[in-house]
């Protein structure tokens, strides 16, 4: 039997098999992908919170993924640390604080709140989170403490000498 173009055919045809499927499968995708909107745009404003006061802090432009890890980080010390970060930008916000040096002279900005301010600090020059015992590496070349000299002085990748990491021996014959 010839094919023939003009037949309407009572068949469901290819082309509209794959048309349903493809419109099944991107409607079951959309319902799944939806779903965690909500927490993801609550995340993201968490984030840029944090980057924005990290930029107001170090008066540096940063990169927003160093900003997500050291925010996961500095949380995991500090479960308070976004109520922190919403007074510490109230309290900039209010007073129109320019720039950290006229934070720093704010009277009587809360101790808690500059011991916060100084660990964001802290942690995006050291490229460190944490004390010693837990400390948790987040950033070695990004650390903004080798901005200064970026392209005058390479960044260090190795020890000084054998055994440079420990302690030196008793120098006794």
Known sequence: MPFDLTSTGAGLSRRDLLRT?????????????????????????????????????TGHKLDPVLGARYLAALE????????????????????GAADMDAFLALPGTDKTLMATGTKIISAWYLGVVGEPEDAELIAYADALMYR???????????????????????AKS
């Open 76 to 95: 995991k010390r500090n479960p308070d640390l976004m109520s922190h970060v919403a007074a510490i930008r109230q309290i900039i916000t209010t007073a």
């Open 21 to 57: 499927t493809a419109a099944v499968g991107v409607a079951a995708l959309a319902g799944t992908a939806a779903a965690p909107l909500p927490a993801l745009a609550a995340q993201d404003a968490k984030a840029q919170n944090f980057l924005s006061l990290s930029e107001f802090l």
């Open 148 to 170: 200064p000299t970026q392209g005058i002085l390479a960044i260090p990748t190795y020890g000084p000498g054998p055994d440079a990491w420990g302690p030196k021996p008793d």
